[in-house]
Each structure stands twice: as structure tokens, then as C-alpha cells.
């Protein structure tokens, strides 16, 4: 499992910002790709999940991104994206992405490096 994540850089609070997650060496059937962030001085927390190779697309947001962000997926570029808008200065961390065996990104099998997210005017 490889995943190879960028887009992350320096944003002013209320701009946007897109995830990419390039994933290779697995296939994507039946599966799920998500995005977690960590915050300094907390633990990591899942950001957004959505599903793969199921006949409907399934995705989910943590609240705290729920309305300000939205996943979707490039089946034919084996890519995840995350879309943020309104960013916030709790928005700041490293986000990274990660493979996992179900739709609901509940087991993970592979992370990428994390890329990092700083709000900041």
C-alpha cells in the first residue's frame, strides 16, 4: 500500500484548500479511503471517509469539518481528494491519508506521510 498525499500549505482563516491522496499498490474494491488530521498536542482524529468500488458512494465528516469540506474521489487517477473551505485556525494540522479495509474507514491497512495544514493570517 502506497499513499502519497500533498496540497497542504498556508491558507488565511476563511480560505480553502485541496487534499490530494494518491494511492498504488492495492486495488480499490470494496474498501475505503479517509483523511485524518493531527492537531499539536492531540491525537490524530478522522476527518472524512469515503467509500470504494461500492455501487454507491459513501462518505462521512467528523462535525468539526461537517458543512465546510467534502471528499470525493478520482477512480481513473487512483486519487482521494478533500476539499476544505472556511478554514479555521483549529484546522491547523498535519492531515494524512490512509487506506482501510472497509467502507466506513473503520480498520486501517496503510498511511500516507501527512501534509500540513497551517491557518494562519
Known amino acids: 500500500v502506497q499513499l502519497q498525499a500533498s496540497g497542504g500549505g498556508l491558507v488565511q482563516p476563511g480560505g480553502s484548500l485541496r487534499l490530494s491522496c494518491v494511492a498504488s499498490g492495492f486495488t480499490l474494491d470494496y474498501s475505503g479511503m479517509g483523511w485524518w488530521r493531527q492537531a499539536p498536542g492531540k491525537e490524530r482524529e478522522r476527518v472524512s471517509c469515503i467509500s470504494i468500488g461500492y455501487s454507491d458512494v459513501r462518505t462521512n465528516y467528523a462535525d468539526s469539518v461537517k458543512g465546510r469540506s467534502t471528499i470525493s474521489r478520482d477512480n481513473a487517477k487512483n486519487t482521494v481528494y478533500l476539499q476544505m473551505h472556511s478554514l479555521k485556525s483549529e484546522d491547523v494540522g498535519v492531515y494524512y491519508c490512509?487506506?482501510?479495509?472497509?467502507?466506513?474507514?473503520?480498520?486501517?491497512?496503510?498511511w500516507g506521510q501527512g501534509t500540513l495544514v497551517t491557518v494562519s493570517s
Open positions: 490512509a487506506s482501510t479495509i472497509d467502507g466506513q474507514c473503520r480498520v486501517v491497512r496503510g
